[in-house]
């Protein structure tokens, strides 16, 4: 080191067992990270960190975060190729493992330890909250190196694998305008160094088209997916995953183009090819059997739907368990299926059920909880009880002001329906979403 560096060990700078005295506070922890103003996280292995299921670890970078500090990452000098490889060739597995951060499951040595930060990470707003923050703060760190890599590079191929990479972590931010020219630049780039037929160049393609469904340029985005697919069919062939990929999106904007019929029969083409390719409890077929449901309830085909959605929480439960995001976001669906049908009675069982197990597994502030509280409150007005939807309601308001701020779109609706509510008005609940369009 230089003589104006230093390097802050935590072991020394805060010894653990010395520091969560009874007085322990984060206020403490703050200051001495403000101090020094930056944080290092050591990622071994790369794609499932260990020290991202350590809470301390977690506690230090979300501190670091609030506090404004920068967080870089450090990791053995001789996996950093195969780490820069995968990050061109596999960004979705890191920001998969940066998405997986769960601070309630965090372990520590100390079961103290444990209690004493668990209490202090829930005044800073919850263990949801948290796992928001540090999955930001990752995320801002890959994207400023996939910059700064992309920048540097000399190899054309190599700088587009950089860009294709930053372009989806932009998109999973919803920086679509950002996300459209990374891709743009990418699949321009690949194009010429490697053919326009080339699996890479056809990648690019097709997440750019993906960006423009998003920006409801649905026009650009069927046509270019369009003849995505038939690249993909040609050079890769008719069950290749990044085929079956494309043809799941194009189905999606032929849907939001009003085109039910094309889009139904290459969703019914595409379940059946992914499930013969990848088995029925695939996620990728799990996202086309979503999709397929929300069309078929959309048409008021309940029962169709029904079937799909009750699979769809069979093959999640089987593969992730009961408590996982996904088999609870089947089972919000199947509730607002059933509130569709008229079953008034069945949806606020599910619903109430999701509640109760979203909260214990994933905590209050979770956007999946808050959305089941939202969706619970529009049911109890849509029942006639206006107490009762007034309190759901305004717990939900609160939860959502104080995870996601008074301005953000999801509080501004609760908080319309609330008021509604409290002056005898029945909300009306939104259609279910589409589960996903990858």
């Not at 499932?48 to 870089?72: M, N, Q, S, Y």
């Not at 849509?382 to 104080?402: F, H, I, N």
């Amino acid at each position: 080191c230089h003589q104006d560096e230093y390097v802050w060990i935590d072991l020394f700078c805060c010894p653990q067992h010395g520091l969560l005295a009874p007085t322990f506070h984060r206020d403490s922890f703050l200051e001495i990270v403000q101090q020094i103003g930056s944080v290092t996280l050591v990622l071994k292995p790369i794609t499932k960190p260990i020290t991202l299921t350590r809470l301390w670890c977690i506690f230090e970078v979300f501190i670091c975060a609030h506090c404004g500090g920068k967080l870089d990452v450090a990791m053995p000098r001789r996996v950093w190729k195969s780490f820069l490889r995968a990050a061109r060739e596999d960004i979705d597995a890191f920001q998969r493992a940066f998405a997986s951060v769960r601070a309630a499951k965090c372990m520590t040595t100390s079961a103290r330890d444990k209690q004493k930060i668990t209490d202090s990470l829930k005044e800073a707003g919850g263990f949801s909250v948290v796992d928001q923050v540090v999955m930001r703060a990752m995320k801002q760190w890959l994207m400023a190196l996939l910059e700064r890599e992309s920048a540097k590079s000399q190899d054309e191929e190599e700088r587009a694998g950089y860009l294709h990479s930053l372009g989806s972590v932009h998109l999973s931010n919803q920086e679509l305008g950002k996300a459209q020219e990374c891709f743009n630049t990418a699949w321009h780039a690949r194009k010429l160094a490697l053919g326009s037929e080339h699996r890479q160049t056809l990648s690019s393609m097709y997440s750019l088209a993906t960006v423009y469904t998003h920006q409801n340029k649905l026009s650009a985005a069927k046509d270019m997916l369009e003849t995505c697919l038939k690249l993909q069919r040609h050079a890769l062939g008719e069950d290749d995953p990044h085929t079956l990929a494309t043809m799941n999106g194009l189905a999606t904007a032929m849907e939001r183009k009003k085109e039910d019929a094309a889009a139904e029969a290459m969703w019914a083409d595409c379940l059946a090819r992914k499930q013969a390719v990848m088995g029925r409890a695939s996620p990728s077929v799990v996202t086309t059997m979503g999709n397929l449901a929300v069309l078929y309830n959309r048409q008021a085909r309940f029962g169709e739907a029904e079937a799909l959605y009750k699979e769809l929480v069979r093959l999640q439960t089987e593969r992730n368990g009961a408590q996982h995001p996904d088999t609870l976001l089947g089972l919000h669906h199947l509730a607002l299926l059933y509130r569709n049908q008229g079953r008034s009675g069945r949806a606020l069982g599910v619903l109430e059920a999701c509640l109760h197990t979203a909260e214990a597994s994933l905590g209050p502030d979770h956007p999946l909880t808050m959305d089941t509280l939202h969706e619970l409150g529009l049911l109890h007005s849509m029942l006639g009880d206006s107490a009762r939807a007034a309190e759901v309601l305004e717990r939900c308001w609160r939860r959502r002001r104080r995870a996601l701020g008074a301005g953000a779109a999801q509080t501004r609706e609760t908080e319309e329906c609330w008021v509604a509510v409290r002056y005898a008005r029945r909300c009306t609940p939104c259609a279910p979403a589409q589960c996903t369009i990858t």
